[in-house]
């Protein structure tokens, strides 16, 4: 199995940044791809941005050009940086990570979450 735990959120203005880090543990060499999740309160929870194995990225329209998703296979961790943040970013951000079929079946895990709050 695999645990992931979310870090680097908090309260930031309007314009600012933040730098989301997740941290990966126990079954780490069956994980594939990886991403990064989102819900506002009211809302479904919808993919923020993805990456491969090999680093192949994919953003949602909203966060593309301010958001750079990265991950360090090595150290198990994948980072979400986020720049010129604007209220509608508001939500709390889930780490997910697939499970690669040939290690015994698809598995989806999730971090905890963490709250990110863009103030006006």
């Known amino acids: 199995q695999v645990r992931l735990v979310e870090s680097g959120g908090g309260l930031v203005q309007a314009g600012g940044s933040l730098r989301l880090s997740c941290a990966a543990s126990?079954?780490?060499?069956?994980?594939?791809?990886m991403r990064w999740y989102r819900q506002a309160p009211g809302k479904e929870r919808d993919v923020v941005a993805a990456?491969?194995?090999?680093?192949?990225?994919y953003y949602t329209d909203s966060v593309k050009g301010r958001f750079i998703v990265s991950r360090d296979n090595a150290k198990n961790t994948v980072h979400l940086q986020m720049n010129n943040l604007k209220p509608e970013d508001t939500a709390v951000y889930y780490c997910?990570?697939?499970?690669?079929?040939?290690?015994?079946?698809?598995?989806?895990?999730w971090g905890q979450g963490i709250q990110v709050t863009v103030s006006s």
């Open positions: 997910n990570a697939d499970r690669d079929p040939l290690c015994g079946g698809p598995v989806d895990y």
């Open positions: 126990g079954d780490t060499k069956c994980i594939s791809a």
């Open positions: 990456i491969s194995l090999h680093g192949l990225t």
